[in-house]
């Protein structure tokens, strides 16, 4: 069973940067995509940014966090991060990691971690 946990969260002023991680377990993710969600209070979740575990690439963007956001993984430590810098307000919501078979929908979630942007 696959098993993600986020670390790395926390509240930080416009413009600094955080580097968010998840640990994988559980699981050969040779064949996975790996990606981070968001959800920001009365909003739905929307996704971020995703990368396929086995090659490190491609990797996908949101419009919003394009050239500010950065996802990498490290297959030795089995973690993906997603290094945030210049962050805004708006970026501001919980960050879920969550797993996917290539060709396949997001099967697998993790808890979340808070994110919070001051102006």
């Known amino acids: 069973q696959v098993q993600l946990v986020e670390s790395g969260g926390g509240l930080v002023q416009a413009g600094d940067s955080l580097k968010l991680s998840c640990a994988a377990s559980?699981?050969?993710?040779?064949?996975?995509?790996l990606g981070w969600f968001r959800q920001a209070p009365g909003k739905e979740r929307e996704f971020v940014a995703a990368?396929?575990?086995?090659?490190?690439?491609?990797?996908y963007y949101a419009d919003s966090v394009k050239g500010r956001f950065t996802i990498s993984r490290d297959n030795a430590k089995n973690t993906v991060f997603l290094q945030m810098n210049s962050l805004k307000p708006e970026d501001t919501a919980v960050y879920y990691c969550?797993?996917?078979?290539?060709?396949?929908?997001?099967?697998?979630w993790g808890q979340g971690t808070q994110v919070t942007v001051s102006s």
């Open positions: 559980g699981h050969t993710f040779s064949s996975y995509r």
């Open positions: 990368i396929n575990w086995n090659s490190g690439a491609p990797t």
């Open positions: 969550a797993a996917a078979r290539i060709g396949s929908n997001y099967s697998a």
